[in-house]
């Protein structure tokens, strides 16, 4: 008996000197359908005018300088403070010689020389051929410069310039004949159109400032929104955040995220739903993405 | 997110399998979970711990806990420190965040619950019932990766932060035990039926907190045989377990099967336990084995959508083999022996010490709790009387047999207390330590030196006790007539004597009825010389003493009262034969012949000790009465006059 319990003894302290591991955690994978947020800051500068390029209505919000060959067709809505909706079409296409970069006086890259292979139509109608302006700030001036051309056609409230119409969940023929080479012509699907709804919830002054977005679901896994300013001084619509979210229906921006938006530099915060198809395709001349969306945007009042 | 989350604390889910209230175990009653109310075995001091495997992806060890359980009369409290009740969940909150470089890092969150430590205190008002209450206290650790976006001047940019909270709370819940009878009982308990502390101040983190719903448990014990017991413990929250224990000897055996509505399948899984009972310490290993794959990955989405319902046994619980040590260390002696009750069968008449030694003055009922045979040794004292414990004859009880056992007592020879007192009397009874195993205690009545009970035979005791002072008084008398006694024949030499003894003895005595109003009281000798008198039972007791002393054999009379006035008186031997009586008289009634031990016929010759006028007379008196009650009337034969031999 005696040599029992001093084994037991032993035994026990070395269970308690060895045994004092924690018990295993439970590592969940992420398998949620719900809830899931990406969200990514798009104006890292808000007195840059380089970060608001491409945030306009039609839901580009890229980096110039990093967006490959693009053909891009959007249909647009603009819901204002007041509560009125303005609808656009939009369809542009940008083509970039990889090979000629462009620099601002100050020595800043501000992305490749776009270029104009040939002609371009959407659903049979031929793409206008605007300048590609590029603007920025550089010592303390606001300028414009141009990286090129690109295609645009455009219909909107303020007059149908273009004879052009999206086409909500349908496609959409793309074609360009290329200068001194053939034709490429192919359909472009579209995404259900998007409706988005803002409810701001909660106070600045408690410091919940919170923003519950809906939207009707269609028929794409995700959605992008974007969240942006608008700065005070200056009108621009400022791109604040991406957010990337499951195309549920539903989501609630934290408060840190509204909370945190100063209102000394902005006065409204403009909600942007983007459903999307984007596609994007090794070619010879580098990438190209082909992307149609339906885009919401809801300006609110900060 | 998490607004689903059903997260419960401990119900009845014990490591070591239900076993009831374990009559043949305590290491299953450490755990708190099937044992609401601390019901313990335990009498002293109980120490216990479980060290187990986990065998997770990556297998650990684990010390899950360390109780101590002190039982103190009808009172037990325990206290548990339970570090391996706990369960960590790690996940992803949903949200990403892009970096730099486009690349795209999930913030994560974890919740860890954790049972920290639990007291519990039960209180046995018979060994049919208790009622007790255990009080837990948990923590619950929220972390949560979150990213803020900060506008410093004209930048913006994420920082990225962790979000945390501990949540501390108390929980307590009440027991209750009962024995329909030695083969069925039943334990009521409450669930969470007292909750206070913390509740996560975060409202990302409210939806996470431990569950607390208050509801009840019923658990069946039924034991058809000695060596094995079916155990039910069926709770509200629609959670059950089945045991079946069986019991061999010191080992034990068990087999748990329990039900979680939080699990599937519908028997989530097993508890088998084997067990082995030494002297100071039981020894438990047993194993929690799921039925359901416990390895493959799980998804946030499940644990949102289902949650778990206890720390230690829910969907995400791996299988664990546990090794328990429990020991009982009893620092107070067991009690094996229990002193039901004392009869006082004689009041204390300090002056029969003799009678003491002979006969019990009281016999206690005892019974042996125990299952084997024990030897008790009873001792007695009584206050004012006896410094020490007296120790009585050792008894051997058969296992749990109750016996009547005597208790003696020593009235020491220093006892003179002339006072009657009422005192009381410790009985105690010893097993094996010296100190006792049982305690009793009695008034009794202790009476003066010179109390008699009226008994004649008693009278005996004051006749030897003061036989020095009757000694050296007939000897100074005998020794003034020593030229008498000189020249008289030797056969004569009883008679002489006592009639020198008497005419002295009487010459200076009067008689003096009993001064006490009740109750018998009785003169030493040397106090009816100082006294200078004294009744019947004084004067006969004072003269039979100084025969006695000088070796005359003497005898008591006792005429018992039968409606009149109850006397004594006495008879002396002469050793003289019946062929001497001549020598004495020639009236045959003045004398009676008795028959001595080695079978003699001697002449004895009675005397009326009160006359107090001389020999011849007390003589005479004292023939006519003996020869009238004892003999004429038959006295001796119907019992009316008993004859008290001194020795």
Redesign the interface.
């Known amino acids: 008996?005696k040599n029992?319990?001093t084994y037991?003894f032993i035994?026990?302290v070395g269970?308690?000197l060895?045994?004092?591991?924690?018990?295993?955690?439970?590592?969940?994978?992420?398998?949620?359908?719900?809830?899931?947020?990406?969200?990514?800051?798009l104006?890292?500068?808000?007195?840059?005018e380089f970060y608001s390029n491409g945030f306009d209505t039609t839901g580009v919000t890229q980096d110039l300088r990093e967006l490959p060959n693009l053909i891009a067709l959007s249909g647009i809505k603009v819901t204002y403070v007041h509560g009125n909706t303005d609808e656009f079409s939009f369809a542009q296409s940008i083509f970039f010689d990889r090979t000629k970069k462009i620099f601002s006086p100050g020595g800043r890259f501000l992305g490749f020389k776009s270029v104009i292979p040939g002609i371009v139509s959407f659903d049979n109608k031929i793409a206008r051929i605007v300048p590609l302006i590029v603007r920025y700030r550089e010592n303390n001036v606001l300028r414009h410069d141009t990286l090129g051309n690109k295609y645009i056609l455009f219909s909107g409230r303020r007059g149908d310039m273009d004879d052009f119409r999206y086409r909500h969940n349908s496609f959409m023929n793309f074609s360009i004949n290329i200068f001194f080479g053939e034709q490429v012509s192919f359909n472009i699907p579209t995404p259900i159109e998007i409706t988005g709804n803002v409810e701001i919830l909660g106070s600045r002054n408690q410091d919940d400032l919170r923003a519950l977005l809906q939207w009707n679901t269609g028929n794409t896994h995700d959605i992008t929104i974007i969240i942006g300013a608008r700065l005070r001084d200056r009108d621009i619509i400022m791109p604040?955040?991406?957010v990337k979210t499951i195309d549920d229906g539903s989501l609630l921006i934290?408060s840190?995220?509204i909370n945190?938006?100063?209102i000394q530099?902005f006065d409204r915060i403009v909600f942007t739903f983007i459903r999307r198809f984007e596609n994007t395709i090794d070619t010879n001349s580098g990438d190209l993405r082909v992307s149609s969306q339906s885009i919401h945007s809801i300006v609110v009042n900060l | 997110?998490f607004a689903n989350v059903n997260i419960l604390s401990q119900s009845s889910f014990g490591l070591n399998g239900y076993w009831g209230l374990s009559p043949n175990f305590n290491t299953p009653l450490y755990g708190y979970e099937g044992n609401t109310s601390n019901y313990a075995h335990v009498r002293d001091w109980g120490f216990s711990?479980i060290?187990g495997v986990?065998f997770?992806?990556?297998t650990?060890?684990?010390?899950y806990s360390i109780s101590l359980s002190k039982t103190l009369g009808n009172h037990n409290l325990s206290a548990r420190f339970t570090?391996?009740y706990?369960?960590?969940?790690?996940?992803?909150t949903?949200?990403?965040?892009?970096l730099e470089d486009s690349t795209?890092q999930?913030l994560t969150a974890?919740v860890?619950y954790k049972e920290l430590f639990g007291l519990g205190y039960s209180y046995k008002f018979s060994e049919d019932f208790s009622v007790g209450t255990t009080f837990r206290f948990f923590t619950q650790d929220f972390f949560q990766e979150?990213?803020?976006?900060?506008?410093e001047d004209?930048?913006?940019?994420?920082l990225r932060e962790t979000k945390s909270e501990k949540v501390k709370f108390w929980k307590g819940d009440l027991g209750i035990n009962y024995a329909l009878n030695e083969n069925l009982n039943f334990v009521f308990a409450s669930i969470n039926l007292l909750n206070f502390g913390e509740k996560a101040d975060n409202s990302d983190f409210k939806d996470l907190e431990l569950r607390r719903e208050v509801g009840g448990m019923i658990g069946v014990n039924y034991l058809p045989f000695d060596a094995a017991a079916i155990n039910f413990i069926y709770e509200t929250t629609g959670s059950y377990q089945v045991a079946l224990n069986g019991y061999a000897g010191d080992l034990g055996f068990g087999m748990t099967l329990f039900h979680d509505k939080y699990q599937e399948p519908e028997i989530a899984g097993m508890i088998p336990t084997i067990s082995y009972k030494?002297?100071?310490?039981e020894l438990f290993v047993s194993g929690v084995k799921y039925f359901s794959n416990r390895k493959k990955?799980?998804?946030?989405?499940?644990?949102?959508e289902n949650g778990i319902s206890n720390i230690l046994n829910n969907p995400?619980s791996?299988d664990k083999v546990l090794l328990t040590?429990s020991f009982n260390i009893n620092t107070a002696k067991e009690r094996t022996v229990k002193l039901i009750d004392v009869e006082i069968v004689k009041d204390i008449y300090p002056t029969f010490s003799e009678n003491y030694v002979e006969y019990p003055f009281a016999y206690g009922t005892i019974v042996n709790l125990t299952d084997e045979y024990i030897t008790v040794k009873p001792m007695a004292r009584i206050e004012g009387v006896n410094e020490e414990n007296i120790q009585s004859p050792v008894s051997a009880i058969a296992p749990h047999d109750t016996v009547r056992v005597p208790f003696y007592i020593i009235i020491p020879e220093s006892y003179s207390s002339e006072k009657v007192e009422l005192s009381y009397a410790d009985f105690y009874l010893f097993t094996i330590s010296d100190k006792p195993d049982d305690q009793f205690q009695k008034a009794v009545l202790v009476n003066s030196v010179n109390s008699w009970d009226g008994r004649v035979s008693n009278l005996r005791y004051f006749i030897k006790k003061d036989l020095d002072f009757s000694m050296s008084h007939a000897k100074a008398v005998l020794s003034s007539n020593k030229t008498v006694l000189d020249t008289l024949p030797i056969a004569l030499e009883n008679f002489y004597k006592a009639k020198i003894l008497f005419n002295e003895y009487v010459a200076n005595l009067v008689y003096i009825s009993d001064p006490r109003a009740t109750g018998e009281y009785v003169q030493f000798p040397h106090q009816t010389f100082e006294l200078k008198g004294g009744d019947c039972d004084d004067l006969s007791v004072g003269y039979s003493s100084l025969l006695e002393s000088v070796g005359i054999q003497t005898a008591l009379v006792d005429y018992k009262a039968n409606g009149k006035v109850r006397h004594v008186n006495l008879l002396f031997n002469t050793k003289l034969s019946p062929n001497q009586a001549k020598v004495l008289t020639n009236n045959d009634t003045k004398y009676f012949i008795r028959e001595s031990v080695d079978g003699k016929d001697e002449i004895w010759l009675p005397v009326e000790v009160t006359s107090l006028t001389d020999f011849e007379t007390a003589w005479k008196l004292g023939a006519e009465k003996f020869n009238k009650e004892a003999i004429s009337e038959l006295g001796i034969a119907k019992g009316k006059v008993n004859i008290v031999d001194i020795y």
């Open positions: 008996m029992l319990l037991l035994v026990s269970l308690f060895f045994g004092c591991d924690k018990p295993a955690p439970t590592e969940l994978f992420d398998d949620s359908q719900e809830e899931l947020a990406e969200y990514e800051i104006g890292k500068d808000i007195n840059d604040l955040y991406r934290p840190r995220f945190q938006i100063p530099h | 997110m711990f060290y986990e997770a992806k990556n650990n060890s684990n010390i570090p391996g706990q369960k960590e969940f790690i996940f992803n949903g949200e990403s965040i892009v795209s999930s974890s860890n979150i990213v803020t976006p900060v506008f004209s930048l913006i940019f994420f030494g002297e100071i310490f990955e799980f998804g946030v989405s499940e644990f949102v995400y791996f040590v």
